[in-house]
């Protein structure tokens, strides 16, 4: 890959991170739970926002380390609309199937202890529904269809989730 791949490589990332994960795990969040935000980031101190902050810093590392992966080892993006070219089964995807599904689930897990918000509790759990069900009937099928075979081993010895 010569310096123009990597460079609009690289920036197709960052957009998608920006309009993907950055919206459902940082837009969203905020505008349902503003005021909870500013009241958490107020009073920050507690073992409740301590243990948000930490496991939302869990689930960045895991996406960035994700998108990460997409780019060097599957040519990539995150997004459907930009896939990778090829099947990435390295890092933590050597664990889980959708490890990227798994951070942004840690990041809005972090969101909703840091701010004690039900709303953001009730969007998580949403969300993951929505997650479960666009692997199964989108994914998946189109994983199968563009990796064949390799896929279907990679699915029946690497588990969905954890």
């Known amino acids: 890959m010569n310096k123009q791949q990597l460079r609009s490589?690289?920036?197709?990332n960052l957009l998608f991170t920006m309009l993907q994960p950055g919206m459902v795990a940082g837009v969203i969040p905020w505008l349902l739970a503003k005021q909870h935000f500013r009241h958490a980031f107020a009073s920050f101190g507690g073992f409740r926002q301590y243990a948000g902050a930490v496991i939302w810093l869990t689930g960045l590392a895991i996406l960035l380390h994700c998108i990460t992966r997409f780019a060097l080892d599957g040519m990539g993006t995150l997004s459907p609309a930009d896939p990778t070219r090829k099947l990435v089964i390295s890092g933590l995807y050597r664990?889980?199937?959708n490890p990227m599904y798994v951070?942004?689930?840690l990041?809005?897990?972090g969101e909703a202890l840091f701010?004690?918000?039900a709303i953001l509790w009730q969007y998580s759990m949403l969300l993951l529904i929505i997650f479960h069900l666009f692997i199964i009937f989108y994914e998946e099928p189109r994983l199968r269809r563009d990796f064949g075979e390799t896929y279907v081993r990679y699915s029946q010895q690497v588990r969905r989730w954890v």
């Open 9 to 12: 490589l690289a920036l197709r």
């Open 115 to 117: 701010c004690n918000a």
């Open 107 to 109: 990041l809005l897990t």
């Open 95 to 97: 664990y889980s199937r």
């Open 103 to 105: 951070g942004v689930m």
